[in-house]
């Protein structure tokens, strides 16, 4: 008998992971100042570039790793801007 | 889904699995449930990169055994350790220019933008 650990662990990896999507959805709708929605968006794409890992890891292709990166990437550029947007009330001066 | 792994690095992989993404539900669990913002930027800027570095690290096990060098996986772990402290430190600083409310007062060598 053949027992394969891999894809049961990544079915319940993607049920927590999608929990952890609920969990940060509440917070940004609840959020009560505006910096607790900014970081309710940065954790939600750390879960979504845990999500397409996930993904990539089922799929075994190597170009969801490359637009895990792109999102990564484009979570941190937009992190900065709302947080700079929220201090000095503009992106760039 | 067709697998053909070594069967260690199939049990490792999945043990890292279950680590990154209990590590990831930590950290979403503490953003929605700890009561003030500068405990809530605790939560998910520590735990969620600690556990996507798990998920990262399980996928390169994965690929080297089958002779693929995981290069996307190495800068996506170098770029989220490097930028997650840097954007929690500029969601600190807006918090702080914002005033959001705080459950504890802070301390006596605070940042002078904090006292009243």
């Not at chain 2, 170098?78 to 997650?84: K, P, Q, R």
């Not at chain 2, 705080?102 to 940042?111: E, F, G, L, R, S």
Request: proline content about 7%; glycine content about 6%; overall charge neutral.
């Amino acid at each position: 008998m053949n027992l394969n650990p891999l894809p049961l662990a990544l079915d319940i990896a993607l049920g927590m992971v999608a929990l952890a999507f609920a969990l940060c959805a509440w917070r940004l709708v609840r959020g009560p100042s505006p910096i607790d929605r900014v970081l309710a968006v940065d954790t939600l794409y750390i879960n979504a570039v845990a999500l397409v890992v996930l993904l990539g890891i089922r799929q075994q292709k190597p170009v969801l790793f490359e637009a895990a990166l792109i999102m990564a990437m484009l979570g941190f550029v937009s992190t900065v801007a709302l947080a700079r947007y929220l201090t000095r009330g503009d992106v760039i001066e | 889904m067709t697998m053909e792994f070594h069967p260690v690095a199939q049990a490792l992989a999945a043990a890292l699995l279950l680590v990154g993404a209990f590590f990831l539900l930590v950290g979403s669990i503490g953003l929605a449930r700890l009561p003030d913002f500068f405990m809530r930027i605790h939560a998910p800027t520590k735990a969620s990169t600690l556990g996507i570095g798990s998920f990262l690290l399980a996928s390169m096990l994965l690929s080297a055994t089958q002779g693929r060098a995981g290069f996307a996986e190495l800068l996506i772990t170098l770029f989220v350790f490097v930028t997650a402290p840097v954007s929690a430190n500029m969601m600190a600083q807006a918090a702080l220019h914002l005033m959001v409310p705080a459950k504890m007062p802070p301390p006596d060598d605070a940042v002078p933008e904090r006292r009243p």
